[in-house]
């Protein structure tokens, strides 16, 4: 069975920093490239962050670029999502998801954890 769980979200001031996790199942995190994306209430879900699953090739969107790091431990099947220098913007759900392709389109993801909420204070 295939299962994403997400971790780490919570509330922040701006400024700073939050690192979350996706834990994934093996066969899952073996063979697919695995991506952040995030809502916002009122908005659609739109693409964070992604990185392949051999070769650790890594895309940003241009709005997380330059404060957001997504990397992978293929050790612990997780993926992490470092997000420092937070913005009152970025306050939404944030899920992970996983690909058979690099891909920053949500419909190319296949499976989704359940989300956890990220709120940034002004």
């Known amino acids: 069975q295939v299962q994403l769980v997400e971790s780490g979200g919570g509330l922040v001031q701006a400024g700073g920093s939050l690192r979350l996790s996706c834990a994934a199942s093996?066969?899952?995190?073996?063979?697919?490239?695995m991506g952040w994306f995030r809502q916002a209430p009122g908005k659609e879900r739109e693409f964070g962050a992604a990185?392949?699953?051999?070769?650790?090739?890594?895309h940003y969107a241009d709005s997380v670029k330059g404060r957001f790091t997504i990397s992978r431990d293929n050790a612990k099947n997780t993926v992490y999502l470092q997000m420092n220098s937070l913005k009152p913007e970025d306050t939404a759900v944030y899920y992970c998801?996983?690909?058979?392709?690099?891909?920053?389109?949500?419909?190319?993801?296949?499976?989704w954890g359940q989300g956890t909420q990220v709120t940034v204070s002004s």
């Open positions: 093996r066969r899952t995190f073996e063979t697919y490239a």
């Open positions: 990185i392949s699953w051999s070769t650790g090739t890594t």
């Open positions: 998801a996983a690909s058979p392709y690099l891909i920053t389109t949500p419909g190319e993801y296949r499976y």
